[in-house]
């Protein structure tokens, strides 16, 4: 039997039955969060009475001062009067920090009745709720929707129960055709994911440990790693099993014919995937330094003395940075320009940015930098590739951003165009972080390296501050 979702009034309106508030409400997507939010503003059963309204907002005041928080920028938040009436936030990526913040802040004082919330909130984070709600088995992904893993169930349910406040944790599963209860039981039951390593020969990373090392002694060091050792043990079980099944296919005489042929096919190819998995961190080191032999940053068992400042750029576009200074892209950029194609390629191509106005870059420079993107695409095979793509839209948001005089200016530019505040704060970030990293060039490029650090200092201006300290 497939059951309807349950809408959030019946799920609020229960819990507060039951005495199972506060509660965090998990959901899959980000409209869903906002879409329960938009409903239980419009529903007058929701309404918190006057007394509990003005609890929140001297709690919100109390927040704004601790954090030295512009009033504006939350008592002008879209979702500001709905949290106050029903004392329900929603709490997603595509949300400014400072919002997130303040949802965690009352939700931590016992001010929230529910937080609707996507996985961003299962980890990473700590306050208390009585109850935590499951509404989907499954998550989406870059390649689709999967089922929920250990971990990341562990983790949702892992929200409930108060520390000193409740003898027990309560989580709830919503029935649904995407929430199974009967899934969700199994993935409790699994057992935790296994240790992983998070090392892999990417660029910057190959690029910075080579300042310090030759060539063979990285390949030493790669060797020892804990990637290569559980490669190792990994590849060893899968030889174990495909000499079982050579065992048993050996004294299975009824196995003949084209089920032979097809066991020994099998047999041999577990035998190859072992030896290329057992081979895997070699085999990625040296794909890492070809592409780096091609474009120039190492030549020999060393680096050149262009690889020498470029590994001075720790970020995922390290090449593509590097490819651009060396080129000459940056020389002579006005100050919005050289901001404005550093963002081009720090976005998300799979987000909409802002474009409702015309972009004040030059078409021949998204040129140029489309030409570097691709030269390190074709040169660059290794681990750590990454689909970069120039986006001119991105570059107009972070440079109209860093042109604009107020927040509410820009966030209103950005609600016409349909753009999520959160997915510009990633790119506002992202594009920080570059350009930060690009301030490190001061010996070998000091007049880029000024310019990076004073058009960083532009983008993160409140609400973008990365100074979140409690005052």
Same mark, same amino acid.
């Not at 059951?3 to 869903?32: C, G, N």
């Not at 030493?220 to 899968?238: G, H, I, P, Q």
């Not at 909409?352 to 078409?363: D, G, S, T, W």
């Given at each position: ?12 309106? +229960? ?7 506060? *509660?965090?409400?998990?959901?899959? *997507?980000? /409209? ?19 007394? =509990?309204?003005?609890?929140? +907002? ?7 001062? /601790? ?7 939350? #008592? ?9 009436? @029903? &004392?329900? =936030? ?13 949802? !965690? ?14 996985? #961003?909130?299962? *980890? ?10 499951? #509404?989907?088995?499954?998550?989406? &992904? ?9 971990? !990341?169930?562990?983790?949702?349910? &892992? ?48 690029? %910075?440990?080579?300042?310090?090392? %030759? ?28 000499? %079982? ?8 005489? &009824?196995?003949? =014919?084209?089920?032979? /042929? ?20 070699? @085999? ?12 120039? $940053? ?9 690889? $020498? ?43 909409? $940015?802002?474009?409702?106005? +015309?972009?004040?870059?030059? *078409? ?6 489309? !030409?570097?993107? @691709?030269?390190?695409?074709? /040169? ?31 966030? =209103? ?25 690009? #301030?490190?060039? !001061? ?27 409690? @005052?």
């Amino acid at each position: 039997m497939l059951y309807p979702d349950f809408p959030v009034s019946i799920i609020l309106r +229960e819990l507060e039955h039951d005495d199972l508030l506060p *509660a965090i409400l998990f959901r899959t *997507a980000r /409209k869903q969060c906002d879409g329960d939010v938009e409903a239980l503003s419009r529903n007058p059963n929701a309404v918190l009475p006057l007394e =509990g309204q003005q609890r929140i +907002e001297n709690e919100v005041q109390a927040v704004i001062k /601790k954090y030295n928080f512009d009033p504006s920028f939350i #008592t002008g938040y879209p979702q500001y009067q709905s949290l106050v009436v @029903t &004392g329900v =936030g929603a709490h997603h990526a595509g949300q400014l920090l400072i919002w997130r913040l303040l949802l !965690e802040e009352l939700m931590s004082r016992g001010m929230l009745r529910m937080m609707i919330a996507t996985g #961003t909130v299962a *980890a990473g984070v700590d306050f208390p709720a009585r109850t935590a709600v499951v #509404t989907a088995h499954s998550k989406r &992904g870059a390649e689709g929707f999967s089922v929920l893993s250990s971990a !990341e169930f562990q983790q949702m349910a &892992g929200r409930a129960g108060r520390r000193g406040k409740d003898a027990v944790g309560v989580c709830l599963i919503t029935p649904s055709k995407f929430s199974d209860a009967r899934v969700l039981l199994e993935v409790s039951k699994r057992p935790p994911e296994p240790l992983r390593s998070s090392y892999f020969a990417a660029p910057s990373t190959v690029l %910075n440990l080579l300042k310090y090392r %030759n060539v063979d002694d990285l390949q030493f060091t790669v060797e020892r790693s804990l990637a290569a050792f559980l490669d190792r043990k990994n590849a060893s079980r899968m030889r174990e099993e495909a000499l %079982n099944e050579q065992g048993d296919a050996d004294q299975d005489r &009824g196995l003949t =014919g084209e089920k032979l /042929k097809r066991v020994e096919k099998r047999i041999r190819r577990k035998l190859r995937e072992a030896d290329e998995l057992e081979k895997k961190q070699e @085999t990625s080191l040296a794909q890492s330094l070809d592409g780096l032999r091609a474009l120039g $940053y190492v030549e020999g068992g060393s680096l050149t003395e262009k690889g $020498y400042w470029t590994a001075e750029l720790c970020t995922s576009l390290v090449l593509e940075l590097g490819e651009a200074i060396s080129d000459g892209i940056f020389d002579d950029c006005a100050l919005f320009e050289l901001v404005g194609l550093v963002a081009s390629i720090a976005g998300d191509p799979h987000r909409p $940015y802002f474009r409702l106005k +015309e972009n004040p870059i030059k *078409a021949e420079d998204f040129k140029k930098m489309n !030409e570097v993107v @691709t030269r390190v695409r074709q /040169k660059y095979q290794g681990p750590g590739s990454s689909e970069v793509a120039v986006m001119p839209d991105a570059a107009l948001t972070v440079v109209t951003w860093m042109e604009s005089e107020t927040w509410p200016e820009f966030s =209103g530019l950005l609600r016409l165009s349909g753009v999520a505040d959160g997915d510009v704060a990633r790119l506002v970030s992202q594009t920080a972080d570059h350009l930060n990293q690009m #301030t490190r060039l !001061e010996k070998t490029h000091p007049i880029l390296a000024q310019s990076a650090k004073v058009g960083r200092a532009r983008l993160l201006r409140p609400p973008f501050s990365e100074a979140l300290i409690p @005052t």
